[in-house]
């Protein structure tokens, strides 16, 4: 992170997740991916607080744009943390596992490109 401000964000908000305040913290996630869009760090949380909601129908929304962007712009190493998370929570969304082969083919690892492209064409649309 190395912003003093991210790490006073993240840790206000991991306390408010940790506290079961699931909407302050997902307020607190929103309005700093607002200010920071290009930090992985909101996105993160807001998984974490739908992941504790069961409310894994937003993922993909949220995830697979900012994952394409940062696969886009030459931050595909930050797209791959972002998707290996996403499915983690929603290992059903198969536009993540879409979007997670097409990252592995970018870093050159064809088995998990395989695996990942594989598991977008078996599941269900969340």
Do not use: F, H, N
């Amino acid at each position: 992170m190395g912003d003093p401000t991210a790490e006073s964000k993240a840790e206000a908000a991991a306390a408010l997740l940790a506290s079961g305040r699931l909407d302050e913290a997902e307020e607190l996630y929103l309005a700093w991916l607002g200010a920071s869009p290009q930090a992985i760090e909101p996105y993160l949380g807001l998984l974490e607080v739908w992941s504790a909601r069961g409310a894994l129908e937003r993922v993909p929304r949220l995830v697979v744009p900012a994952g394409r962007r940062w696969l886009e712009s030459g931050r595909a190493e930050t797209a791959l943390r972002l998707l290996e998370s996403a499915v983690a929570a929603a290992p059903d969304c198969r536009d993540c596992w879409g979007l997670l082969g097409r990252i592995r083919i970018e870093l050159r690892d064809y088995l998990a490109a395989e695996e990942a492209l594989e598991r977008a064409l078996a599941g269900d649309r969340p």
